[in-house]
């Protein structure tokens, strides 16, 4: 390719943008090594469960297992439910106090049948619940009692307020304490106001939290008090779970990424050790920080108590052996500054590369592609350093490919080129709340798809006007193979696009799953689809006997493997280092697997090709 004066500055100028890229970088990895402790933290109504099927108490079981790690517990708000187990209060609904008044021969309470009635057992046990639930309970006596009336059945929805009590005995048997509180199906008054300091990290049961909803002007104070009172906390983001206001009061409280995993799905299908590999996984990978437990609460996979202390154990010494310090959290407002102006110029990098892009097509396709891109970047994530980063994991992946000769080298410079372009996206889209997880990348979907699709489009018009693409492509005579590979590429994309993300439509094979497990024992799990992307893109360049159009698609997937570290990159939460080492992993492991199959390949064509020239006309 010959470099015109308009090229050579653009190539320097991605070139320069790499320095403060650098710098944000290096600023980045500092922040990122201060990020080393992990707490662990147990579901108290799940740990309840399991002791009592053993005859013991929760705190006692719970001694048991902070001896082999455990470092803390999740304690849930009360509801009117749970001051009726613990004796606090008594409850029942409307219908069943006019049932037993009419039993009695008696006139029935004038209470709706569908109501709930609550009475305290024990003094003051009903005060935050009558204080903070909206609309105010209805008093009448019954009984020779005081009740309080709430419409409908809200004996395990209303919350109460915390079990100061309860609190203080697992804070003296020195347990971490996650606090759980709940929203009112109507509204809070005054939420936040009773958190108990003795917490460490709020946990917010449900999908909404405390107080929401936010953003009307009428529940502004609602918003305050939530964010004031969370200050001295550290707030879950559940990985998984998204909750009503989370993203509203996200940024403005000290926060913490949490993984947990549902009961049943711990129970019938999760051993210890593969909850040790996916929490592993997580910390390491995802900076997540507090790690939700709940223990086996049946049978079904072996033991319930022997399978609990395998995992708390096992998990803690995984963690120690990684270097993290397994304990209670302080805070994790991650110390990392970012600069404007080294983003803006970390971002005419970006900028320069689009352009190239731009040239490698023929005019005027390709300031139409840039055009195309800059809209795309712009409506998924607006006017914002995150369009810009965006425009970076769609440009990147091309600019290899279509620039360097087709050689089996082009697979390095491409892929040192993808690196560059990480360098850039990373540099431009890394601050605070990115890196928290509180803001995600925009457009994630679209660094998988848009990618492969330009370049088969630049490939394309290189060769051919669009006039003489759709003329040979409405005149050609259709064939079976044809047919074969045009289901092949869409059922390829259809895996590309389904399998990303935690929870992808399509799930991992059983040789996949292995191959994970075996290559993140040793390094950063590399992604497959890099695995298989630069072997794709090695046959792509060194079958030069095969028809060139079938070596720009085994090209395709080659970009498919460049978009993949993009995308990487893209998920700001995982640490710098990681993200680079499992690129270097899956970029050996693919030239590993493509410089085997590139001569099985050859021989195989030789040999069918034989075979082919043999076979009688008729």
Do not use: C
């Amino acid at each position: 390719m010959t470099l015109t004066p308009l090229r050579r500055i653009l190539w320097l100028v991605v070139l320069l943008s790499l320095v403060p890229a650098a710098v944000l970088a290096a600023r980045r990895v500092a922040a990122e090594g201060t990020s080393v402790r992990v707490a662990m933290v147990m579901d108290e109504q799940a740990l309840a469960d399991q002791a009592a099927l053993v005859g013991l108490t929760s705190i006692e079981l719970g001694l048991r297992y902070k001896a082999l790690g455990l470092t803390g517990v999740a304690l849930y708000e009360d509801t009117i439910e749970t001051l009726v187990n613990k004796g606090y209060a008594v409850a029942m609904l409307g219908s069943e106090a006019r049932s037993q008044a009419a039993a009695r021969g008696e006139a029935p309470p004038a209470v709706p049948a569908d109501s709930t009635m609550v009475s305290a057992v024990v003094p003051g046990a009903l005060d935050r619940l009558i204080a903070k639930n909206v609309p105010a309970a209805r008093v009448f006596e019954h009984l020779g009692r005081d009740w309080y009336v709430w419409p409908g059945d809200v004996r395990t929805t209303l919350p109460a307020g915390p079990d100061e009590a309860e609190l203080r005995r697992w804070d003296a048997a020195g347990f971490d304490i996650a606090y759980r509180p709940r929203n009112a199906p109507y509204r809070l008054v005054d939420p936040g106001a009773d958190l108990p300091a003795v917490a460490n990290y709020l946990v917010y049961a449900g999908t909404q939290v405390a107080g929401h909803p936010f953003g009307a002007s009428d529940d502004s104070a609602a918003l305050d008090a939530v964010v004031a009172a969370s200050q001295d906390f550290l707030t879950a983001i559940i990985e998984g779970t998204p909750q009503d206001g989370m993203t509203t009061i996200s940024s403005l409280v000290p926060t913490v990424r949490l993984l947990s995993f549902n009961q049943d799905y711990v129970d019938r299908r999760l051993r210890p050790a593969d909850l040790v590999d996916k929490y592993l996984l997580a910390v390491s990978e995802r900076n997540v920080r507090l790690l939700y437990l709940r223990p086996y609460t049946t049978t079904e996979l072996g033991d319930l108590i022997v399978n609990t202390e395998s995992l708390i154990s096992r998990l803690s010494q995984a963690l120690t052996r990684e270097g993290y310090v397994v304990g209670p959290l302080d805070t994790l407002d991650i110390d990392y500054t970012t600069s404007t102006l080294l983003r803006g110029l970390a971002a005419l990098g970006v900028l320069a590369a689009l352009a190239l892009v731009a040239l490698l097509f023929p005019a005027p396709w390709g300031a139409l592609a840039a055009a195309g891109l800059v809209v795309l970047s712009l409506a998924a994530a607006g006017p914002s350093w995150g369009a810009i980063a965006l425009l970076a994991a769609l440009v990147f992946p091309v600019l290899g490919y279509l620039s360097f000769p087709r050689r089996l080298y082009a697979l390095l410079a491409a892929t040192a080129l993808s690196l560059a372009g990480a360098l850039l996206l990373a540099a431009v889209g890394s601050e605070r709340l990115t890196l928290l997880a509180i803001k995600p990348f925009s457009g994630v979907g679209l660094t998988l798809v848009v990618p492969p699709a330009l370049f088969l489009a630049g490939a394309a018009l290189r060769r051919h006007r669009p006039a003489t693409l759709i003329r040979r492509s409405w005149n050609a005579e259709v064939r079976v193979w044809h047919v074969a590979l045009a289901l092949g590429a869409v059922a390829a994309l259809a895996v590309v696009v389904l399998r990303r993300g935690n929870d992808p439509v399509i799930g991992v094979s059983e040789i996949e799953l292995t191959l994970r497990q075996t290559l993140g024992e040793l390094f950063a799990r590399p992604r497959f689809k890099e695995l298989l992307g630069h072997p794709l893109a090695l046959l792509g360049l060194g079958l030069t006997a095969w028809p060139s159009w079938s070596r720009w698609a085994l090209l395709t997937g080659g970009v498919v493997a460049q978009a993949s570290i993009l995308n990487s990159f893209s998920h700001y939460h995982t640490p710098l280092t990681i993200s680079l080492e499992r690129t270097l992993v899956a970029l050996v492991g693919g030239l590993v697997i493509g410089l085997v199959a590139l001569p099985l390949v050859r021989l195989a064509t030789r040999l069918v090709g034989r075979w082919l020239q043999a076979a009688p006309d008729a």
